[in-house]
């Protein structure tokens, strides 16, 4: 095992742990039974997964419902995509969210399915946490899989995040906030690893409506993009347009 490999297995362990151990810690949380009910539309201008162009730079429309009680949720969320043979990913997701004072601990399970295309389907582990105070956010996730893309490789993705909301309104009217993310993604095979990262400004408006503009890049070569996506990908710089309504 690589050295980057023993780090990225001590990263995902001390993240799982604490999310378990903070699911255990805080069982009244779980006698706050309110269903909630939540979905969302999308529309981008790129499908970015990890740095990586899902829809080969071109539109992306996607949808999400979501369902909540006490600490756990559930959801499904779809989108267009080069991925599938029928252009289409539907995932779903299910975990639970124990809060500690300011702290927010997430510990779930995401299954990827490509309709088309069963070979494809696959599913991730996940274990994060994130911190508030005042208007700044901070947070760590990582993302562990056993048979990334049905191919029998053991992928890991750990992510970093950082945000900030602005206490006043831009022109009385929209809510802004800046964000940021780096994130490393490898794999226990012969496939290129690589640092994926993004910048970018939100302007919430009319309390459901949110519109982002963000900064996407990797490290990745070319050659390692076109290999690692199945010739669908792209890696390079971009900027990247979306409007969000939630409901």
């Known amino acids: ?7 990225a297995g001590y990263i995902k362990a001390c993240l799982m742990g604490a999310a378990f151990v903070a699911a255990l810690a805080f069982p009244a949380q779980a006698q706050d039974k309110k269903l909630t009910l939540s979905g969302t539309a999308v529309l981008t201008t790129d499908y970015i997964f ?7 730079e071109n539109p992306a429309v996607q949808a999400s419902f979501d ?5 756990f949720y559930a959801g499904v969320w ?9 252009d289409i990913e539907i995932d779903y997701y299910i975990g639970l969210k124990p809060v500690w004072k300011s702290v927010t601990f997430d510990f779930g399970a995401l299954y990827y399915t490509f309709p088309g295309s069963n070979d494809f389907d696959y599913l991730e582990l996940k274990a994060g946490v994130a911190w508030t105070g005042g208007n700044w956010t901070l947070g760590a996730v990582n993302y562990w899989s056993p048979d990334n893309f049905g191919l029998g490789v ?18 009385n009217f929209f809510s802004p ?7 490393y993604q490898s794999y226990e095979a012969i496939v290129p690893e690589y640092t994926y990262w993004n910048a970018g400004l939100t302007l ?4 459901r409506w949110s519109a982002d503009i963000r900064y996407w890049d ?8 076109f290999t690692n996506s199945g010739g669908f990908g792209n890696c390079d710089e971009r900027v990247v347009g979306t409007v969000k309504a939630t409901f």
């Open 154 to 171: 053991d992928s890991n993705a750990t992510e970093g995040a950082v945000g900030y909301t602005f206490g006043s309104k831009l022109f």
């Open 67 to 71: 369902a909540g009680y006490g600490i």
């Open 204 to 207: 919430g408006f009319m309390e």
């Open 1 to 7: 095992m690589t050295r980057r490999s023993r780090e």
């Open 218 to 225: 990797t490290n990745y070569t070319d050659d390692e993009c």
């Open 78 to 86: 779809g989108s267009n995509t080069r991925l599938s043979p029928d």
């Open 177 to 183: 906030s800046i964000s940021g993310l780096i994130g």
């Open 50 to 56: 990890r740095g990586v162009s899902n829809t080969d």
